[in-house]
């Protein structure tokens, strides 16, 4: 549990497999029987393989990997949408997994809420009316009120009255994401969310989530084939293949030190200035030799970093952390760092 009254979602020991039969291999999965051993020999496809994963209360948590990974499999257990073979998803000393119909149902309206990649609004219901919608059944007599506003947060107000076709991609996906806050969950679901837009109106969305996040501090799972994505977004990267967990960590963590080589090839052509953090390459100071004057905070990027001090034309700088001196930074150190090529830890 991270505060007080606010919890994080642990998911332990997860096993998903398909099949008429499936809990009958659990035990074989567990002894080593591989992914495509369970197809062959007994015809059932094994989606998920012992996920252990902490997603942290009021924390953005990306899960990534490419198509068949197993990230949209995962994400519909946390709120029940499927169930898993073995395991558990614990939230505030309940596990989603043994949950009643009526107390998943509870949950699922209450302590979650949904964005999908394909908008899913409901054509015949006005702007206004498809945010409303999760309120009124809920019952909520100031469902308008906070729909509007929501609305307007994510920049739609004056299209209230206006229909899903009527809008742009995302137009109407701005919709889906007011009304998953207009339901003030507390754990946000997003399932590719932004994959169907443009690439433009994509970074943009991307924009609003972390503005509206910097506020609301709510706990979002967002699913995402796109590296880039991840590093912007994520507080929290949890990289799947094949229904495994290769790599958790922050965006730093997973560029500079990759887990093999399967997350290096992943990581290869990110650009590193804009996810290393001044802090991170800062060699400690030297209190015997005299200290550059100009300065940059630990947090910043590499790349804003080089640009400042090449418009100042200085060659060096302080790293503070407030009041903290964290050490020097110079420019040949943060050019190799944005440069230097991702090693992996193992090969595969």
């Keep these: 549990m991270s505060e007080a ?18 809990g009958h291999h659990v035990a ?3 002894a080593g029987l591989s992914k495509v051993e369970l197809n062959d020999r007994h015809n059932h496809v094994l989606g998920l393989h012992d996920i252990n994963l902490t997603i942290p209360h009021g924390m ?30 614990l939230y ?21 809420a949904m964005v999908f990649q394909k908008f899913a609004l409901l054509p015949h219901r006005t702007v206004l009316r498809n945010v409303t919608y999760g309120l009124n059944i809920r019952g909520i007599a100031e469902a308008e009120e906070r729909a509007r506003h929501w609305i307007g947060r994510v920049g739609l107000q004056g299209y209230e009255d206006y229909y899903p076709r009527q809008l742009s991609g995302g137009m109407q996906q701005r919709v889906g994401l007011a009304r998953a806050l207009t339901n003030d969950a507390e754990i946000l679901l997003m399932d590719e969310a932004f994959s169907a837009l443009d690439p433009l109106i994509r970074m943009d969305m991307q924009s609003i989530l972390l503005e509206l996040q910097q506020e609301l501090r709510k706990t979002i799972i967002f699913i995402t084939h796109d590296v880039d994505e991840a590093l912007r977004l994520g507080d929290k990267i949890a990289i799947l293949r094949d229904g495994a967990m290769e790599q958790v960590g922050n965006g730093q963590e997973i560029v500079l030190h990759p887990a093999n080589a399967y997350i290096a090839e992943f990581v290869r052509e990110v650009n590193r200035g804009r996810i290393i953090e001044a ?5 400690p100071a030297d209190e015997s030799r005299d200290m550059p004057e100009f300065q940059v905070k630990a947090r910043s990027r590499l790349d804003l970093v080089a640009r400042r001090m090449t418009k100042a034309g200085v060659f060096e700088a302080r790293v503070r ?21 991702v090693d992996a830890a193992s090969e595969d």
Excluded: W
């Excluded at 009254?5 to 499936?22: C, N, Q, S, T, V």
């Excluded at 990306?62 to 998803?89: D, E, F, W, Y």
């Excluded at 802090?279 to 060699?283: C, E, G």
């Design 5 to 22: 009254g606010m919890h994080d979602i642990e998911i332990r020991d997860l096993y998903k497999i398909f099949g008429p039969d499936a």
């Design 28 to 30: 074989a999965v567990k």
């Design 60 to 89: 953005i948590t990306v899960i990534m990997g490419l198509s068949g990974s197993g990230k949209s499999t995962l994400i519909r257990h946390i709120n029940g949408l499927i169930r898993p073979t073995a395991g558990q998803v």
């Design 92 to 112: 505030d000393g309940q596990d989603v997994v043994t949950m009643t119909t009526s107390q998943l149902r509870d949950f699922r309206r209450q302590k979650t």
């Design 279 to 283: 802090r991170t390459i800062a060699t």
């Design 321 to 341: 952390d407030g009041d903290r001196l964290v050490g020097i930074i110079d420019l040949p150190g943060i050019l190799e760092a944005m440069v230097n090529p």
